[in-house]
């Protein structure tokens, strides 16, 4: 008997304590998710109709260890595609694979506002207008590291983005690398009545000329490769950008374009991308809508085809076609979406339709 009020006794001796520890965690960590749940309905000319169930789950957590250092964790569903996190419902009920999607830390200056170093498996880091797809799918996660800077005068805004990042490491041969900058400038329209955007990048690919595809070995998608099935070209990208935003109430509109130009030389001839499109609207409380359409052009070496949209003309280079889609808040962390592409697989006439439907549940937490 005395040992279970000595037990009690000394709980609640420790409660306050253990309550103050508590909330100290909370205040340093933050829990997040998100899942879809996707039917997809994917035609090609010539070819049969394909049906589809997908999932795409994702759960991370974020953590502050000291004031000025961000640490994040993210695993998500899918497979090791480094350009989507989706799981198909098939293989007779067979489990799904989680995988490590993000691990980076960000570290901000109090005395250097405006400028952050992050590393590791990162979020993309370059702007792109309108989530613009072009060059970058957006399930791509880099691995690498990045510095970002932004700052401010008056009613213009600038931002610079540097990386680094590791492509393929290879034991018995030259590894290849990317390096990319970005510069860009917003202006701010007076009374926040929208702003422009506009902004330059070069990517820069090392040692890949040459090499065999990444990620697939056996494929290039859309890429030009030698009779060995090694890359024709080298990637040297330029890209140029531009947005618009006009803040009409509940019901912004942004228009947008994205143009890319592989400038490695070595006669590389098909090496032009880009795209045109629109948002109106914003996801934010029930019953709110967002729509959104663009058109785009991609040459075979415009870009590196394993890294750009995965949805637009199956993944890859060498196409054309249009996007569109519109989203429906229906509760607070429940949306409802539809995108269809009607696209064509190749950039001169007579190439073949593919169109692609995708009907979408999309749940936070």
Do not use: C
């Not at 997040?32 to 090609?44: A, L, M």
């Not at 290879?170 to 929208?194: H, I, M, N």
């Amino acid at each position: 008997m005395k040992r279970t009020v000595g037990v009690i006794s000394l709980g609640m001796l420790l409660l306050p304590a253990m309550a103050a520890a508590a909330d100290s965690w909370t205040d340093k960590v933050k829990l997040k998710g998100d899942f879809r749940y996707r039917h997809e309905t994917i035609k090609v000319e010539n070819r049969d109709t394909r049906n589809r169930h997908r999932i795409r789950a994702r759960f991370g957590v974020e953590a502050k260890p000291i004031d000025n250092i961000l640490v994040g964790l993210q695993l998500a569903s899918g497979s090791a595609d480094p350009v989507s996190t989706n799981e198909s419902l098939d293989t007779g009920f067979s489990t799904k694979d989680i995988r490590l999607d993000l691990a980076y830390f960000d570290l901000s200056f109090k005395k250097a506002p405006g400028l952050n170093i992050v590393g590791g498996k990162i979020k993309n880091p370059y702007y792109k207008p309108g989530g613009t797809e072009l060059i970058w799918d957006g399930d791509l996660n880099p691995e690498g590291g990045a510095l970002k800077y932004s700052g401010k005068s008056g009613n213009v805004k600038f931002f610079t983005n540097l990386g680094g990042f590791w492509v393929e490491e290879r034991g018995s041969d030259v590894d290849t690398g990317l390096f990319g900058a970005q510069g860009g400038v917003e202006f701010s329209f007076p009374d926040k009545k929208g702003s422009f955007t506009a902004g330059v990048t070069y990517y820069d690919y090392t040692n890949i000329q040459g090499q065999r595809p990444i990620f697939d070995t056996t494929k290039s998608f859309g890429n030009s490769v030698d009779g060995t099935g090694r890359y024709l070209y080298d990637y040297n990208l330029l890209e140029l950008f531009g947005e618009m935003k006009i803040n009409a109430g509940s019901f912004p509109i942004a228009v947008f374009v994205d143009y890319v130009k592989n400038v490695a030389g070595g006669g590389v001839v098909d090496n032009q991308g880009w795209l045109l499109g629109a948002k109106a609207g914003k996801l934010k409380d029930p019953g709110s809508v967002e729509f959104r359409y663009n058109y785009r052009n991609i040459e075979k070496d415009a870009v590196l085809g394993i890294f750009t949209d995965s949805d637009f003309i199956g993944g890859g280079t060498n196409g054309k076609g249009s996007e569109l889609g519109m989203d429906v808040q229906l509760a607070k962390n429940f949306s409802a979406g539809a995108s269809y592409f009607f696209n064509k697989l190749g950039t001169a006439a007579g190439a073949d339709d593919y169109h692609r439907l995708q009907l979408d549940l999309m749940f936070k937490f």
